[in-house]
């Protein structure tokens, strides 16, 4: 099966905090090519996005090179919304990198079990969180290949 630089498929940025969202788009501004950032706001709309569902009814393209996931969000938690991704076979295949200030073991942990592909605790600091943000997107955004098709 043919494999394709992930940089061509978005990356679904789930992130309740405005503030977070615009530090993200801040620090990922000009750094890695061809990155288009979707950002929606909890579980619920992450997983309308993913399963072309409600409001991106009519959604075309691939399904996201990965998804940048918050652990702690109203109406459906980060926890809650990667137990459903990995639990669906259309679903499970995509990278998820859970992106939390938590400092609490017991997250960890629970994230891995449920299948999380990478746990990255947040920086407080701009400039630790911008080198942390261009380091993880270009990893998955440039390095990662995934298949063409989405496997099924």
């Known amino acids: ?6 940089a061509v498929r978005p990356i679904l940025f789930v992130e309740d905090s405005a503030r977070d969202a615009e530090l993200l ?22 997983l309308a996005f993913l399963r072309r569902d409600g409001a ?21 938690n980060g ?11 259309q679903l499970r295949h995509i990278p998820v990198v859970l992106m939390s200030s938590s400092q609490q073991d017991q997250d960890l942990s629970a994230a891995y079990r449920l299948g999380v592909n990478a746990y990255v605790r947040k920086p407080l600091e701009f400039d630790e969180f911008v080198v942390m943000a261009r380091q ?3 990893f998955w955004a440039e390095l990662n290949l995934l298949p063409m098709a989405d496997p099924g």
């Open 1 to 6: 099966m043919p494999y394709v630089a992930t």
């Open 25 to 46: 788009l801040d620090a990922l501004a000009g750094c890695v090519d061809a990155v288009r950032l979707v950002h929606v706001r909890d579980g619920v709309e992450a």
């Open 79 to 89: 926890m809650e919304l990667l137990a459903i991704i990995k639990a669906d076979a």
């Open 136 to 138: 993880l997107v270009g």
């Open 56 to 76: 991106f009814v009519a959604r075309v393209g691939p399904q996201p090179a990965l998804i940048l996931l918050d652990l702690k969000m109203p109406r459906m």
